[in-house]
């Protein structure tokens, strides 16, 4: 089964910039609808970008023109670069995919998604 696998968290000042990578591991994300969630304690979780089959995108409003998801030439590595960070953006952050017969709108329903990633942590401080 597919697993997919996050890196790229970490920490760092209000204002700085972070990547997040995702890559599903002896498979690419090619014919996926593939996704970036947020999740804090307490709440639920947030899809922040989705990057449908013929690669079109949609963020959430309050990472517009911050944050950006995109794929590798081969497609095999899912990014979020995030710049602008704000503490409100510390959470964990997951990847998520769907399957390829998947053939609805990429919406960032988390019914949707099908493989999900451990997460990766982002902490923003201010």
């Known amino acids: 089964q597919m697993q997919l696998m996050e890196s790229g968290g970490g920490s760092v000042q209000a204002g700085g910039s972070l990547r997040l990578s995702c890559s599903p591991s002896g498979y690419t994300t090619r014919e996926r609808c593939m996704a970036w969630f947020r999740q804090v304690p307490g709440k639920e979780r947030e899809g922040v970008a989705t990057?449908?089959?013929?690669?079109?995108?949609i963020y959430i409003d309050t990472v517009k023109g911050r944050f950006t998801i995109s794929k590798d030439n081969a497609e095999r590595t899912l990014t979020l670069q995030m710049n602008s960070l704000k503490p409100e953006d510390t959470a964990m952050y997951y990847c998520?995919?769907?399957?390829?017969?998947?053939?609805?709108?990429?919406?960032?329903?988390?019914?949707?998604?099908?493989?999900w990633g451990k997460g990766t942590q982002v902490t923003v401080s201010s």
């Open positions: 990057m449908g089959k013929d690669g079109t995108t």
């Open positions: 998520a995919a769907t399957d390829v017969f998947f053939s609805r709108t990429c919406s960032s329903a988390p019914a949707n998604f099908g493989y």
